[in-house]
């Protein structure tokens, strides 16, 4: 899997990619070739079962060149987990393809009758990044009744559906200030059949035991939020340090290098970054070893969240302040600075490290009931 070779021919594009609102399709089939879109499926399929730690890392890499990119390679990612927990044939048809790319929203936005054979589901999903180029979309749903009133059936909560790219429609609603190039579409389908089976309950049971499997999903996928926003933290520093290199503010002598307040304005972003990379790997160390013994406990499942979510807001704050001391050249479309404020600021927004996160930790922490579906 080279990652650099992505990450390179992902940044050469970075115009051409926000002006499509999605990334090219020969692209998406450059990442797949690579193993990267499944990286955590199963290594029986063929596929790279790679540790999370490595793919945090990975994620952080590609971000830091190109976020957009990385966004989407998170989004697939993750959802290949779900093949931990998808029967047979299904988990063979989806992530045996080398070229399998999967996305979609695991919010139960969609509402499932069952009929012979399988399920009937309508639903439309926002945040549909990647739709464009996968394989196979997923989508939540509940189960109904006649009138759509939820029903309980043990085999179906609220599982994950995976849809083929032909039963879905994709709505063209992605006009947004950053990560322009994910391709987060809403989706929708209506009335479409699905076979018995072909969908995962992110929280049900294991068919795959093993350590990678027993990571909590919705911790993995607030894990990969992050780590976007920690490549684009990384760059962000990087980028402020090479402008104040030879920029120089309106009537100055020197450059912005040689100004104490841009120096410590700098040190400051750089030990933020640091330091929330440094939580993300012991949280990340400490639910991995929890999967090593056995079942992750609660109190790693919150851990882990608390530190995607913070090491997001702290990774926010360093791209304010590069941005902010950039000065009048960071607004400019010609630097970069500008386009890494905006991601940033959709990173942030995402419910899995938004900062009602928190409300659930704390309750966790001090004992008060929780509900803990999508922690």
Not at 126 to 142: D, E, K, R, V
Request: net charge negative; glycine share 10%; with cysteine.
């Amino acid at each position: 899997m080279n990652v650099e070779e992505i990450a390179t021919a992902a940044e050469a594009r970075s115009a051409e990619i926000d002006e499509a609102r999605r990334l090219p399709a020969d692209l998406s089939k450059m990442m797949a070739s690579s193993g990267l879109n499944r990286a955590w499926a199963p290594f029986e399929l063929g596929a790279p079962e790679l540790p999370v730690s490595e793919v945090v890392d990975v994620l952080e890499r590609l971000a830091y060149r190109e976020a957009s990119t990385s966004w989407n390679a998170m989004i697939s990612i993750t959802t290949s987990l779900l093949s931990g927990r998808l029967p047979s044939p299904f988990v063979e048809e989806i992530f045996g393809d080398p070229r399998s790319t999967t996305c979609g929203v695991a919010q139960p936005m969609g509402r499932a009758k069952r009929v012979d054979g399988g399920v009937s589901v309508t639903g439309r999903w926002p945040w549909g990044s990647g739709t464009a180029n996968a394989t196979f979309i997923g989508g939540g749903s509940l189960l109904v009744d006649a009138v759509g009133e939820p029903v309980r059936d043990g085999s179906f909560r609220a599982p994950f559906v995976f849809f083929t790219p032909d039963q879905i429609e994709i709505h063209d609603t992605w006009y947004v200030s950053g990560l322009k190039g994910t391709g987060s579409n809403d989706y929708s389908v209506s009335e479409v059949f699905v076979p018995e089976g072909r969908w995962a309950d992110a929280s049900g049971q294991l068919l795959i035991d093993r350590p990678l499997y027993r990571f909590p999903f919705f911790g993995a996928l607030a894990l990969g939020v992050c780590a976007v926003g920690m490549g684009i933290a990384r760059r962000a520093v990087d980028d402020l340090s090479e402008l104040a290199a030879t920029k120089r503010a309106a009537m100055a002598s020197k450059t912005l290098a040689a100004n104490p307040l841009i120096q410590t304005q700098l040190a400051e972003a750089d030990g933020k970054r640091r330091a929330a990379r440094a939580f993300v790997d012991a949280a990340v160390a400490d639910v991995w070893r929890s999967a090593e013994q056995g079942e992750v406990a609660d109190a790693s499942r919150a851990g882990l969240r608390l530190a995607a979510t913070t090491a997001t807001r702290l990774n926010s704050e360093v791209v304010n302040a590069c941005y902010e001391a950039g000065g009048g050249a960071a607004i400019f479309e010609t630097s970069n600075l500008q386009r890494l404020f905006r991601d940033m600021h959709v990173v942030t927004h995402h419910g899995m490290v938004a900062p009602r996160s928190y409300e659930t930790i704390g309750r966790l922490m001090l004992d008060q009931p929780v509900k803990l579906f999508g922690f």
